[in-house]
């Protein structure tokens, strides 16, 4: 059983004051996980293993518990970080290894495995959903036709919109200017 000093600061780390008199089996996943990781950094440890915690919580929870890693980093502790968090991963680490499928695709420092496993992703994405939506066609006294489609594409955390624009110009000698506009709801 642990001291009353570490109980008492278990329990106020997990902030499940109200619920710790329960049986943990009642306890949620995010409930059980937040006493686990407040257990073990309450013991001080030389090396910490930590699995996805920051995944369930509260931001005001997973702040708190980046903070007390990132404290035990600075004390020049061991952590052994898994998590599909790039923002995490990048917060946390000085090393990291991507593994697929039980392989190594790639080890070192973060930024460069994160930038190899994005442009992965990226490319795996874009393999899988070249879904082309035609927005509109236009033909004139001088060109054949314009056609413009939208692919939608994940770049990292951020939605990039790529607008593919063809035009058929078969009246030779003829200049034209092509002008685009982007409209938005908002």
Same mark, same amino acid.
């Given at each position: 059983?642990?001291?009353?000093?570490?109980?008492?600061?278990?329990?106020?780390?997990?902030?499940?004051?109200?619920?710790?008199?329960?049986?943990?089996?009642?306890?949620?996943?995010?409930?059980?996980?937040?006493?686990?990781?407040?257990?073990?950094?309450?013991?001080?440890?030389?090396?910490?293993?930590?699995?996805?915690?920051?995944?369930?919580?509260?931001?005001?929870?997973?702040?708190?518990?980046?903070?007390?890693?990132?404290?035990?980093?600075?004390?020049?502790?061991?952590?052994?970080?898994?998590?599909?968090?790039?923002?995490?991963?990048?917060? *946390?680490?000085?090393?990291?290894?991507?593994?697929?499928?039980?392989? *190594?695709?790639?080890?070192?420092?973060?930024?460069?495995? *994160?930038?190899?496993?994005?442009?992965?992703?990226?490319?795996?994405?874009?393999?899988?959903?070249?879904?082309?939506?035609?927005?509109?066609?236009?033909?004139?006294?001088?060109?054949?036709?314009?056609?413009?489609?939208?692919?939608?594409?994940?770049?990292?955390?951020?939605?990039?919109?790529?607008?593919? *624009?063809?035009?058929?110009?078969?009246?030779?000698?003829?200049?034209?200017?092509?002008?685009?506009?982007?409209?938005?709801?908002?």
């Amino acid at each position: 059983m642990p001291e009353p000093a570490k109980k008492s600061n278990i329990i106020s780390f997990s902030e499940l004051e109200d619920f710790i008199d329960r049986p943990v089996k009642t306890y949620s996943s995010g409930m059980y996980l937040r006493l686990a990781f407040s257990v073990a950094v309450s013991v001080d440890p030389d090396i910490l293993v930590v699995d996805e915690v920051l995944a369930v919580g509260d931001q005001h929870f997973q702040k708190k518990c980046l903070d007390r890693m990132i404290g035990f980093k600075k004390e020049k502790k061991t952590i052994l970080f898994c998590s599909h968090s790039l923002y995490h991963i990048r917060e *946390i680490c000085d090393r990291v290894l991507w593994l697929k499928q039980g392989k *190594i695709m790639a080890i070192g420092d973060p930024k460069t495995v *994160i930038r190899e496993y994005t442009d992965y992703e990226r490319e795996k994405n874009s393999k899988k959903s070249k879904q082309e939506t035609k927005i509109y066609i236009e033909k004139n006294s001088f060109l054949d036709s314009v056609s413009a489609w939208i692919l939608n594409i994940e770049k990292e955390e951020k939605k990039e919109i790529v607008v593919k *624009i063809k035009v058929k110009n078969q009246n030779n000698g003829r200049r034209f200017h092509l002008g685009v506009g982007i409209y938005r709801n908002d």
